[in-house]
Nanobody, 124 residues
Framework: QVQLVESGGGLVQAGGSLRLSCAAS????????VGWFRQTPGKEREFVAA????????YYADSVKGRFTISRDNAKNTVYLQMNSLKPEDTAVYYC?????????????????WGRGTQVTVSS
């Protein structure tokens, strides 16, 4: 079992930066792939970034490539999402998710554990 708690969301102007954190509890977290997803009202959950258990593989949605960076610190049971050059279209609730069974994935269906999300709002 893994419990996830996101933090670091907030209101920022376009062009600004935020760093989201995903703090985990549970003994399988260090062996889990972790993904960040986002969702706006009326839309499906969208893949943002993912990282495998030992940080050797990272994947990004085209819309955030070059602006966002995912990283993890297994000693702290935490995964981060550094978001730079934010745009109004990045506004969403951001969720982290963990998947002990896979190497890494961009599909939300592959993730077993989810946090409750943190709101990111980018003003123009």
């Amino acid at each position: 079992q893994v419990q996830l708690v996101e933090s670091g969301g907030g209101l920022v102007q376009a062009g600004g930066s935020l760093r989201l954190s995903c703090a985990a509890s549970g003994h399988t977290f260090s062996n889990s792939a972790v993904g960040w997803f986002r969702q706006t009202p009326g839309k499906e959950r969208e893949f943002v970034a993912a990282i495998n258990w030992n940080s050797r593989s990272t994947y990004y949605a085209d819309s955030v490539k070059g602006r966002f960076t995912i990283s993890r610190d297994n000693a702290k049971n935490t995964v981060y999402l550094q978001m730079n050059s934010l745009k109004p279209e990045d506004t969403a609730v951001y969720y982290c998710a963990a998947a002990p069974r896979i190497y890494v994935s961009s599909s939300p269906n592959d993730y077993d554990y989810w946090g409750r999300g943190t709101q990111v709002t980018v003003s123009s």
